[in-house]
């Protein structure tokens, strides 16, 4: 019986350890360096994250039992000011959107899931939490949920219109981001304010952008064709 016992035990310790590595992402000084797209040098920049600093400290002089978790605080008021203080909106040009940079998404005030996550990269690199964007299509039903959702009352769900001709990224193709925050990697989606565990299979990934183009749009007819079915 004991042995038996300690097989368990065992399984359970490998499942454990499994889904640590699963869920932490390599990390790299340069998801934290500030670029043209990613200018959190800013003055704008700069005091959005003074604003959103200002709001994780009352949490964490609240809640001081999570005082250990700062970074997770930090990623959830990122969220909740990009949802206060960017509206939606799906009528962002690929021309408009090649030239977007994280300032330009918070001084109009508006955007798609390119601008938001950009902003969101921004914000976030600019606390010192190493973040990128993740290019790909999300799916018609959810197939996993959120961990957190942090969604503010007058937030409204984007639609999410399928048209197989447009490659820019907005109705089912997608742009989220990936965070490490205390340690774990997390699967973040700033157009529906919520925080996943990385592998949730509702995303699916298809790059992680290196450039501003790719940022935009999806070019290969493949995955488009695969995401509309999805």
Not at 163 to 191: C, M, N, Q
Not at 193 to 205: G, Q, V
Request: glycine share 4%; aromatic share 10%; net charge negative.
């Amino acid at each position: 019986m004991l042995k038996k016992y300690t097989w368990i035990v065992f399984i359970i310790w490998f499942l454990i350890i499994i889904n640590q590595q699963d869920s932490k992402m390599e990390t790299n000084d340069e998801l934290l360096i500030a670029t043209n797209e990613f200018d959190y040098d800013t003055d704008i920049i700069q005091d959005a994250i003074s604003s959103i600093n200002r709001q994780t400290f009352v949490i964490q002089d609240t809640l001081s039992h999570l005082s250990g978790r700062t970074e997770i605080n930090k990623l959830k008021n990122t969220l909740s000011y990009i949802q206060i203080n960017v509206q939606y909106s799906g009528s962002i040009s690929i021309d408009e959107c090649y030239y977007e940079t994280a300032s330009s998404v918070l001084e109009k005030r508006r955007g798609d899931c390119v601008s938001k996550s950009r902003l969101a990269v921004a914000l976030l690199r600019g606390q010192g939490i190493q973040s990128r964007t993740v290019s790909g299509c999300i799916s018609e039903m959810p197939i996993c949920f959120p961990i957190l959702a942090v969604t503010p009352v007058s937030y409204e769900i984007p639609p999410r219109i399928k048209d197989i001709t447009d490659i820019k990224k907005r109705g089912f193709l997608h742009e989220w981001i990936e965070v490490i925050a205390d340690g774990k990697t997390y699967s973040v989606d700033p157009t529906y304010n919520a925080i996943f565990l990385k592998n949730c299979d509702s995303y699916n990934i298809h790059s992680y952008d290196d450039n501003q183009y790719d940022r935009c749009v999806i070019s290969d007819n493949a995955f488009v064709s695969e995401c509309y079915d999805w």
